[in-house]
C-alpha cells in the first residue's frame, strides 16, 4: 500500500488542503475599514461512495469592531437589522467569532489527515479579504486556512453549469434555493455547500481527477503538502 493510499480520500483529493465553505456578510466593500456583521462555516467530509457532503455548520452574527465602517446600503442588500435586540443579544465580538470557528475547522483537518484549510465561497476573493483582514485586526497567529489559495463556486459553476448566480447555479444543480432567505451567511454557505458538493461529485461521476492522475502515470504520487506540518 503506498502512503498516498493510507491516507483519507479527503486528503488525497486535494493535495493535502481541506475545503471549508465560508460566507460573510459585510458592511461594505472595504475589507480593511467595513464591518463584518456575519460570518458562517460549513466543514465537508465523505461518504463511503467517495461523494462529497456536508458536515457541520458553525455561524454567527457579529458585533462591528471599534470605528468600522457600515454602509446604508449594505444594509440594505442583506436586510441585517442592527438594531435587532435579538442580534444585540446573540452578536459576538470578531475574535471570539472567529476562534470558535477556527477550532472546529482545525479538528476537520486533523481528522483528515490534511495539512490546512482552503476557502470555498460563492466570489471567494471578497471573503477570503475580509477573513484575512479580520485575522489580521485580532492578532491570530494560527490562522488554519490558506492565506491566499481558494476555490470560487461563481467560477466553478460558470464552467459547470454556465451560470454564475448563487441561486441559479444551485437550481441548475437542483438545488433549492429560497431568495427570501439568501443573504444570511449560514443560509448562503450551507447552498455554496451543496452546490460545491454537486460539482466535485459529478466531476467524480464523469471520471474525475483519479481519471486524469492514473493517465499521466501520477496516481502514486504523494502530494508535497501532505509531508507538511499542521498550522
Not at 465561497?121 to 484575512?132: E, K, P, V
Not at 441561486?167 to 429560497?178: H, L, N, P, S
Request: with cysteine.
Amino acid at each position: 500500500m503506498t502512503q498516498a493510499s493510507e491516507r483519507t480520500q479527503m486528503a488525497q483529493r486535494f493535495r493535502g488542503f481541506l475545503p471549508v465553505v465560508v460566507d460573510l456578510e459585510t458592511g461594505g466593500f472595504n475589507a480593511a475599514g467595513d464591518a463584518l456583521l456575519e460570518i458562517a462555516a460549513v466543514t465537508l467530509t465523505m461518504d463511503d461512495d467517495g461523494n462529497m457532503v456536508p458536515d457541520a455548520t458553525y455561524a454567527f452574527h457579529v458585533a462591528p469592531f471599534e470605528g468600522a465602517n457600515i454602509e446604508q446600503s449594505a444594509l440594505d442588500f442583506t436586510g441585517i437589522d442592527l438594531d435587532n435586540p435579538v442580534r444585540k443579544q446573540v452578536a459576538v465580538a470578531e475574535n471570539q467569532a472567529l476562534g470558535e470557528i477556527f477550532s472546529p475547522v482545525r479538528k476537520a483537518i486533523k481528522a483528515h489527515g490534511c495539512t490546512r484549510a482552503v476557502l470555498v465561497g460563492h466570489n471567494a476573493a471578497f471573503d477570503q479579504g475580509f477573513l484575512n483582514a479580520a485575522v489580521e485586526r485580532c492578532g491570530i497567529k494560527r490562522n488554519p486556512f490558506h492565506p491566499f489559495s481558494c476555490f470560487d463556486t461563481a467560477s466553478l459553476a460558470g464552467l459547470v453549469y454556465g451560470q454564475t448566480v448563487l441561486a441559479r447555479a444551485c437550481r441548475a444543480a437542483g438545488i433549492e434555493f429560497d431568495n427570501a432567505s439568501a443573504h444570511s451567511a449560514r443560509y448562503d454557505t450551507e447552498r455554496t455547500a451543496e452546490l460545491f458538493c454537486a460539482m466535485v461529485n459529478r466531476f467524480k461521476d464523469l471520471g474525475g481527477w483519479d481519471l486524469a492522475m492514473k493517465e499521466q502515470g501520477m496516481n502514486d504520487e504523494v502530494p508535497a503538502s501532505l509531508d507538511a506540518p499542521a498550522p
